[in-house]
């Protein structure tokens, strides 16, 4: 038991940030705007999580411009997607678990 | 964080990668008037070729007239306009009911990856059409429109994957019996088209 609670990802324990990895997980990229429609978010709320993920090198960001107006887009890092897998397994265990 | 917190997150992310991916507010309504239009445009076609005597069913012919030829192609051009208009108000309409925008980069690539085989066979079935080979029209309509919604069903409900291969098989079958072309284009267009959009109708209905 002991084991399967060190793989719950204290970064994933939260709802913005489960969505935007969940969102990142099956897309190649996923830009700013999109997300925020997706996950029913503030623009300065969703940005500080992208930060936080950002931080622990989850996802990468990217910036280009279509026409005159940027563009944000994000993908997972592979450390994202490696630690984002062992989070959902070990929210699987744990429900079996208790089932 | 207690078990019900686990259960609702795992529900949460499979939600998110499902809306991420893939448009859902695919309207079954639509579905059945387009096949209602199918059905009565295909009357119609029915009538006027028995009509003026120059085919009847189960000979593969050849129409010497164009002005005829040209009458269908407004008859199937017409179904399909009609078909798309329903769809998009129809579509539109469920797409603000469910709180999901219409033009989004997932309604798009669905957009893309229907519109690019089935133009493909829109034009091949007018070429065919140009060179006199009326009795390939709908074996070659329904293959490539099944190979559309086959591709389309990535990005969409996953049930619309059966309905295109199921309209290849049929567009397949139909060329083992050329010239009863407006029989299959009925069934295929006309009434899978119902049939699939009541399963949608009911299938969703019942989810809300």
């Known amino acids: 038991m002991h084991n399967i609670i060190k793989n719950i990802n204290k970064i994933f324990d939260h709802r913005v940030r489960l969505g935007i990895m969940s969102a990142l997980m099956v897309n190649d990229f996923v830009d700013f705007n999109t997300l925020k429609e997706l996950l029913n978010v503030t623009d300065g709320n969703l940005a500080s999580h992208l930060k936080a993920l950002e931080k622990m090198a989850y996802i990468t960001v990217t910036k280009e411009f279509i026409g005159r107006k940027p563009n944000t887009k994000y993908n997972t890092t592979p450390a994202g997607t490696e630690a984002f897998k062992k989070h959902i397994v070990a929210l699987e265990k744990i429900i079996k678990m208790q089932q | 964080m207690t078990e019900k917190d686990y259960l609702k997150d795992i529900s949460e992310i499979k939600d998110i990668m499902n809306r991420s991916t893939r448009f859902l507010s695919l309207s079954g309504i639509s579905g059945i008037l387009a096949g209602i239009y199918a059905l009565i445009g295909g009357t119609i076609a029915y009538k006027l070729l028995t009509q003026q005597g120059r085919w009847t069913r189960g000979e593969a012919y050849t129409l010497t007239i164009s002005s005829l030829a040209v009458i269908l192609v407004v008859i199937a051009g017409t179904v399909a306009m009609l078909s798309v ?67 389309a069903s990535k990005f969409t409900l996953s049930t619309v994957k059966y309905l295109g291969l199921l309209e290849v098989v049929l567009g397949l079958v139909s060329m083992l019996f050329l010239g009863n072309g407006l029989f299959f284009w009925m069934l295929g267009f006309g009434v899978l088209h119902i049939v699939y959009g009541a399963l949608i109708y009911i299938k969703l209905d019942k989810k809300s």
Request: glycine share 6%.
């Open chain 2, 85 to 151: 208009v329903s769809a998009y108000v129809l579509t539109k309409r469920k797409a603000v009911q469910n709180n999901e925008k219409m033009w989004t980069p997932v309604s798009r690539q669905l957009l893309v990856s229907f519109i690019i085989p089935l133009v493909t066979g829109g034009i091949f079935a007018l070429l065919l059409m140009y060179r006199g080979d009326y009795a390939l029209i709908a074996p070659t309509t329904l293959i490539f429109y099944g190979l559309a919604l086959f591709n």
